[in-house]
């Protein structure tokens, strides 16, 4: 099978063949794929001058036993450069051999199971962090909410007891206490007989790993004897399904995660959930968008391979630059787990899913910052960003936290400013804050001076063109400002010549746009202090501590949107891969 794809793929100049598995339980994933190579077979050139074709094959209804056959089909035929799906990993941990001996490349878009890429595959990748990660994340939901104390309940397969051992130990690691752990079978129809024993006991949460339809039962039950907790689940749970079964009143104050969220500031992102509604008369789910990325993030990698020859293919999936789709970046290690993607939360308020903002942040702090005593050691000079973001502070020392973030995240050791040497005209840039933290993480800070009050426009944007140029050649990274509104064209022609140059844009959010630096800091703008819709839902969920007080500490986390095609060609010397970064974009300029 190995041979004959090889052999066919290096003589073949006909249709790109691509499978796709359907998943069980939507049509969303195929429709996903289907508009992805819709939009891919539009273009000019297409993919390398060919015509991507999808062979679209039916779900894993009977598990791998049943699906045995399909996959041994699709393996045998030479033509096939790539399949994508396999929402189970009970299927796709035994099709993943039968793939990586045909190499064929296999992009799994749901796998979260551990032993999915232990097996030191080349040609198998998976699209979603696995179960590691997001037991990791629940844990830290768990802290941050101040449960001290938890029950831990999960069905007896493979995946879910896998996920929920995982979530014993990083609570345990975390200091919260296992008041109760149970398995039960996913098809038992009545669990009072479990869960009387939990009605004497005290505790603050349940962690709950169940499929669907076991979880939504279980939910149901748990409210009607009594036990009003909030629940805190597992991926297998699809939560409108959930809510349909425990029921509007039941399934409230229960947390879920998701890997794909819709995000105004990603122009991509929007520009997919428009073409999909339209031609599908709804908006994409996370199965669409994931389709929508396996295909074309299989179609980048074809282009820079410009080969269909499965072995080349699968070492530009390893070592290719960052892609960023519509459910976040992507970079694969050498097992062939996808890194830079994290999971987003729902809570479930009057039997509808809301997005819980900013909490994936805490997470992403705190292992920002185990990262760095790990890499430096405890002598480092170390900020607590978490701690500083969470405090109420002054706007200057927000910001001077924010830029110590950047230097953390960059790692530049040479930053240049351009100002007006006033009052007024440092304040506009800046340079106070960028002094401050300049002394206290050890950085030079390198200076232009331009005295923007007295020139016409024309003479500005001369001296600009003179300090970008000057500057360039002493600097790894340049802190910008709005330049007193000049337009945008010549802001692009600007941000090109330090592209060429190779070093990174920083700028404050407010008049600069995402797009038009490598690198944009804010406060969060999807939450504020005493914002009434955060409040309600968060403040059901909340163990210890006041919703007000929760809401202010979000209200201080910092957003930050990174352009990834200016970093992967910049000096930073730093990955940009799991760092607390909201939006990853892709440059949209010439």
């Known amino acids: 099978m190995a041979s004959d794809r090889i052999n066919y793929a290096r003589n073949n100049s006909g249709d790109i063949k691509v499978v796709v598995v359907r998943t069980a339980y939507s049509d969303a994933y195929v429709n996903g794929a289907k508009l992805a190579a819709e939009q891919i077979n539009q273009r000019s050139d297409r993919l390398l001058g060919r015509h991507l074709r999808l062979d679209i094959r039916p779900a894993d209804k009977d598990g791998f036993v049943g699906s045995r056959n399909k996959i041994l089909n699709i393996a045998a035929d030479p033509k096939v450069v790539a399949v994508l799906g396999h929402d189970s990993s009970s299927v796709a941990i035994p099709a993943s051999v039968i793939y990586e001996e045909s190499k064929l490349i296999f992009i799994c878009s749901f796998a979260t199971a551990q032993s999915f890429t232990r097996h030191d595959f080349r040609y198998v990748f998976r699209m979603v962090p696995s179960n590691p990660v997001l037991a990791g994340q629940i844990t830290n939901i768990a802290e941050t909410f101040g449960y001290k104390k938890m029950v831990v309940l999960h069905a007896r397969d493979n995946l879910n007891r896998e996920l929920a051992f995982l979530f014993e130990d990083a609570a345990v690691e975390k200091g919260i206490k296992l008041v109760k752990r149970a398995s039960f079978f996913d098809s038992t129809a009545d669990y009072r007989t479990l869960i009387s024993e939990l009605t004497k ?23 009607e004897m009594g036990l009003n907790q909030p629940i805190l689940g597992g991926d297998d749970i699809l939560g409108e399904t959930y809510i349909e079964i425990a029921g509007n009143k039941a399934s409230n104050k229960t947390v879920l995660p998701i890997i794909y969220k819709p995000n105004k500031k990603d122009p991509a992102g929007q520009a997919f959930s428009q073409a999909y509604e339209k031609k599908y008369q709804k908006k994409p789910d996370v199965s669409a968008a994931q389709g929508y990325d396996s295909v074309m993030l299989l179609a980048t990698a074809i282009e820079r391979t410009q080969s269909t020859v499965t072995s080349a293919l699968s070492s530009t999936l390893h070592y290719m630059p960052l892609f960023v789709g519509v459910t976040g970046v992507h970079a694969f290690d050498e097992a062939g787990d996808v ?114 009050s007295s020139l016409d426009v024309e003479r500005i944007k001369q001296r600009l063109f003179a300090c970008y140029g000057k500057l360039s050649l002493d600097v790894d990274a340049l802190l910008v400002s709005s330049y007193y509104n000049l337009d945008r064209t010549f802001i692009k022609n600007l941000h090109s010549s330090l592209r060429f140059y190779k070093i990174p844009s920083i700028a404050f959010s407010g008049r600069v746009n995402p797009p038009d630096v490598s690198v944009l800091l804010g406060k969060r703008s999807d939450v504020s202090a005493g914002n009434q819709d955060t409040m309600r839902l968060y403040g059901d969920l909340l163990n ?7 809401s202010e500490s979000l209200s201080g986390l910092p957003e930050i949107i990174m352009n990834v095609d200016d970093l992967n060609n910049s000096k930073v010397k730093n990955s940009i891969l799991d760092k607390p970064v909201d939006v990853y974009l892709q440059s949209t300029m010439n």
């Open 544 to 550: 210890g501590i006041k919703s007000h007080q929760f």
């Open 201 to 223: 006991l005290s505790f603050d949460a349940v962690f709950l790993a169940a499929p669907t339809d076991a979880a939504g039962r279980l939910a149901r039950q748990l409210r």
């Open 339 to 452: 890194q830079g993607k994290k999971y987003f939360f729902q809570a479930i308020h009057g039997g509808k899913l809301y997005y819980l903002p900013a909490i994936e942040q805490f997470y992403l702090l705190s292992k920002f910052s185990e990262s760095l005593k790990s890499q430096h050691g405890s002598d480092y000079q170390f900020t607590d960003f978490l701690d500083k973001f969470t405090q109420s502070v002054p706007d200057e020392d927000h910001k001077t936290y924010l830029l110590d973030l950047a230097h953390e995240m960059l790692g530049f050791d040479r930053i240049g400013i351009i100002y007006e040497n006033t009052k007024e005209g440092r304040k506009i840039a800046h340079y106070s804050i960028l002094k401050q933290s300049a002394e206290k993480k050890g950085f030079e800070v390198v200076e232009c001076h331009i005295p923007f």
